[in-house]
Structures are given as C-alpha cells and as structure tokens.
C-alpha cells in the first residue's frame, strides 16, 4: 500500500524539527528520521494505529511518537498521512476531515 503525506503533515513536521533543532539538531534529525520510520510501518498493518478519539471512524487512525499524533486515514489504494500534532494540542477536525 502506498503512502501519501499531505502538504499540512509535511509541514508540521517541518515545524516540529525546526523546534526540536534550535536546542538540539542531532535530536531534530533523528525525530523526523524516526517519524517517518513509524510511518512506514503502516504500509504492511495500516490498523496498528488506535482510532482517532475525537472522530470514532475506523478509516482515521493515529500512530503516537512520543508526545506526537501522527494521524492518517486509511483507503483502499493508499494511506494518506494527515497531520502531525503535539498530543496536548487540540486537534481541529476540519483540518482530517476536509
């Protein structure tokens, strides 16, 4: 199954690393290393991820690293990796849903 990350995902991490490497570059690196390596995961068991609370729809799931949603929604040709969030962020629906 393929993986498509939206433009809004690419960029939260983009932020996100930006964040972590103002301190800490080599921790920047290895967090979007590390990131993109959970995601791969989804390729061979696309449900390993819990379902999205604030949705309760099977399709919208969501891998946690750390502090950090990366949430996604699965379909028949693809997953397609939504957004990345900080876990104490509200999360607005209409950014996954639209």
């Known amino acids: 199954m393929n993986i498509v990350w939206s433009p809004l995902a690419v960029d939260r991490v ?10 800490k570059p080599a921790a920047a690196e290895h967090w979007v290393k590390t990131i993109f390596a959970n995601v791969e995961h989804l390729k061979f068991s696309p449900e390993i991820g819990r379902t999205v609370p ?5 399709k919208f799931r969501e891998l ?3 502090n950090y949603r990366i949430i996604y929604r699965i379909e028949p040709e693809k997953i397609s990796i939504l957004t990345v969030r900080h876990g104490k962020q509200i999360l607005p629906i209409e950014e996954i849903t639209a």
């Open 64 to 66: 946690i690293y750390g």
């Open 14 to 23: 983009s932020e996100i690393a930006a964040y972590i490497a103002q301190d």
């Open 54 to 58: 604030e949705i309760n729809n099977r």
